[in-house]
């Protein structure tokens, strides 16, 4: 299993611009969220998903939009970029009911640093 | 509403001492789980272990243990005998124990560990 994978690793965009950061995952999993991690503030949840088709907002959703249209794949859009969304974005996966590995663990990919300026 | 302490922002240690990282939660929940991650300088976050709220017995791995008191809304971790690889930032966090938010990890600030040899 390749894990929970995310792409790209680094991008830098121009205030204004749109882009989609991607999270896959292949373990079955049920769950998948998105956190943003910015210096001195921790992790904090953007949006999530408890399974195909449904998703909902986190914490500190403005400015993002997701959609869950499969169980692998969970995209987060940046419709129109923002200084402020500068920070390193984190994918994370659990199983639920009939995924792979421990129920109430989160499983987090590698992140995406994304520099807006 | 869930809340995350670590009043630790950075701790200095000199190789081989042994240093805790302090972490207090509030929630109203009353069945929980707490979590700390391990996030080294490569930037990927590392399960080190969770700990439901009904199971208040200490836990030891190797060079690592916890220490859990609900009186006190505490799940402190030590780290004996520090080398040079604990350096990293450490976080701790809490989800409810079931339903939709048992998915949804609400993290503290981190407390960044210099190892220094």
């Known amino acids: 299993n390749a894990g929970v994978t995310q792409t790209p690793k680094f991008q830098v965009l121009k205030t204004g611009q749109s882009m989609t950061l991607q999270c896959a995952q292949d373990?079955?999993?049920?769950?998948m969220s998105w956190y943003r991690q910015d210096p001195g503030m921790g992790l904090r949840l953007i949006h999530y998903?408890?399974?195909?088709?449904?998703?909902d907002q986190g914490e500190v959703p403005n400015g993002y939009n997701v959609s869950r249209s499969t169980t692998e794949d969970f995209p987060l859009r940046l419709l129109s970029a923002a200084p402020s969304q500068t920070s390193v974005y984190f994918c994370?996966?659990?199983?639920?009911?009939?995924?792979?590995?421990?129920?109430?663990?989160?499983?987090f990919g590698p992140g995406t640093r994304l520099t807006v300026t | 509403a869930q809340k995350v302490t670590q009043a630790q922002t950075e701790i200095s240690v000199v190789e081989k001492e042994d240093v805790t990282l302090d972490c207090v939660y509030e929630?109203?929940?009353?069945?929980?789980?707490l979590f700390w991650y391990k996030q080294p300088p490569s930037g990927e976050l590392v399960f080190l272990i969770r700990?439901?709220?009904?199971?208040?017995q200490n836990e030891i791995s190797g060079r690592y243990s916890w220490n859990f008191q609900k009186s006190t809304s505490s799940f402190n971790f030590t780290i004996t005998a520090s080398q040079v690889v604990d350096s990293a930032v450490y976080f701790c966090?809490?989800?409810?124990?079931?339903?939709?938010?048992?998915?949804?990890?609400?993290f503290g600030k981190g407390t960044k560990l210099s190892v220094i040899p």
């Open positions: 994370a996966s659990s199983p639920g009911l009939a995924g792979e590995g421990r129920r109430d663990e989160q499983y």
């Open positions: 373990m079955n999993h049920e769950y």
């Open positions: 998903s408890v399974g195909a088709g449904i998703t």
């Open positions: 929630t109203r929940d009353t069945t929980y789980y």
């Open positions: 700990r439901n709220s009904f199971d208040e």
């Open positions: 966090a809490l989800t409810p124990y079931s339903g939709a938010g048992s998915y949804q990890l609400t």
